[in-house]
């Protein structure tokens, strides 16, 4: 079970932006790896807070999480929306702490990690799209997809760089009218990784890579919709010598159902009965998640009804419960009678049986709908 983004922070749900900020400012100070050098313990709650603020900081992110938690950004198995490396990490500080890491305000930078502030070059990330069905959206199903991605060729060997000595970032002196400035780039010889190419095998590019099709197994969790997008960490390209591999990123999109169409958890489907059958009663087949289903009417039954059939709607994406298939009954009344039928609706003129009483079960649609819902 993983912890509350709110309480990592020491925060409140109803949070300012503001205090949000100040509440992660905490805690990083506080779990500083310079400050606690070898606790693997503070190392961890440094990085999780740090995960709590890149969602929290983030208003769509915010959303998503006060909707449906952690599930938002991971389905279990494969996924972990939030695994921050300590580059992510020290990348934020600069929108949090401003120029206090910078001026030296206590901390000796973040040495530890790379080894002396190197940053470790990440792959790029891949993005393939993955279609789903009414019947995989709605119990999760696991994907299988073929992905070419640039990998480290066999036999291929990396060496430090000379341009920078491993830095990764060379170091400029320029006279300006306020005075010396030291400015930092990142070495160009390397592109900041602070390794060249040693030992090229013949099937590699100028990054020692190659490109390699790949199946990469994706388990999507239940109750994700379209638009959403999931993060299949260490499966993008990877990065030359000690780099790390960029991660693949999986844009969900939904087929459209032929007759239930989904809204949130629950599921809708439009049953049409002929006046008979509303008169008489009877059983009918529908179309439900993972096949179908048979549903019975009971004589009398009257057109607008709702039958609810309860957890045969979608699996919630935060693991809480089931949606509801709801039936809406609609009654066909025919457009042509012949003669006979004719006679029989016109003798039923009037009849006391035919004349509506609608009872307080019978309510209006919309009396139904905010019953529904409430
Ligand atoms: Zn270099």
Excluded at 43 to 48: A, D
Excluded at 66 to 83: K, S
Excluded at 114 to 135: A, C, Y
Excluded at 158 to 166: A, D, H, L, Q, V
Aim: aromatic share 8%.
């Amino acid at each position: 079970m993983k912890e509350d983004y709110y309480e990592l922070l020491g925060i409140s749900k109803n949070a300012t932006a503001a205090e949000i900020k100040k509440g992660y400012r905490k805690k990083a100070i506080e779990y500083h790896p310079d400050k606690n050098p070898g606790d693997a313990k503070a190392e961890e709650m440094f990085k999780k807070a740090a995960e709590a603020y890149e969602i929290l900081s983030d208003p769509n992110k915010k959303a998503r999480y006060d909707q449906y938690g952690h599930a938002a950004f991971e389905g279990g198995g494969g996924f972990n929306g939030g695994g921050m490396n300590m580059d992510d990490i020290f990348s934020q500080f600069g929108d949090i702490f401003g120029s206090a890491f910078g001026g030296g305000g206590g901390f000796s930078g973040f040495g530890g990690f790379g080894g002396g502030g190197q940053r470790r070059v990440k792959g790029s990330n891949l993005r393939i799209r993955v279609k789903l069905t009414l019947d995989e959206v709605a119990n999760g199903v696991e994907k299988k997809v073929k992905v070419r991605r640039k990998i480290k060729a066999d036999g291929v060997t990396y060496k430090t760089c000379t341009t920078c000595n491993g830095a990764g970032q060379v170091t400029k002196i320029t006279n300006t009218i306020l005075g010396r400035m030291q400015t930092a780039a990142a070495c160009s010889t390397c592109g900041g990784s602070g390794q060249i190419l040693d030992k090229r095998p013949s099937d590699a590019d100028a990054h020692g890579l190659k490109v390699a099709e790949e199946t990469v197994s994706i388990k999507i969790p239940a109750g994700v919709e379209e638009g959403m997008q999931l993060k299949v960490s260490n499966k993008g390209n990877e990065a030359p010598g000690n780099g790390i591999p960029g991660d693949l990123l999986v844009a969900i999109e939904t087929v459209e159902h032929d007759s239930l169409k989904r809204e949130g958890d629950n599921l809708h489907y439009d049953l049409y009965v002929s006046i008979s059958e509303a008169v008489l009663g009877t059983s009918k087949e529908i179309d439900a998640v993972g096949g179908k289903v048979r549903i019975k009417l009971e004589p009398g039954i009257q057109s607008g009804k709702i039958l609810r059939l309860r957890g045969k709607g979608i699996s919630s994406l935060n693991g809480y419960g089931t949606g509801d298939l709801l039936v809406h009954v609609n009654v066909w009344t025919p457009k042509e009678l012949n003669k006979e039928q004719k006679d029989f609706f016109e003798r039923m003129q009037g009849n006391d049986n035919f004349e509506p009483k609608p009872e307080k079960s019978d309510k209006s649609f919309f009396e139904k709908v905010k019953d529904m819902f409430s």
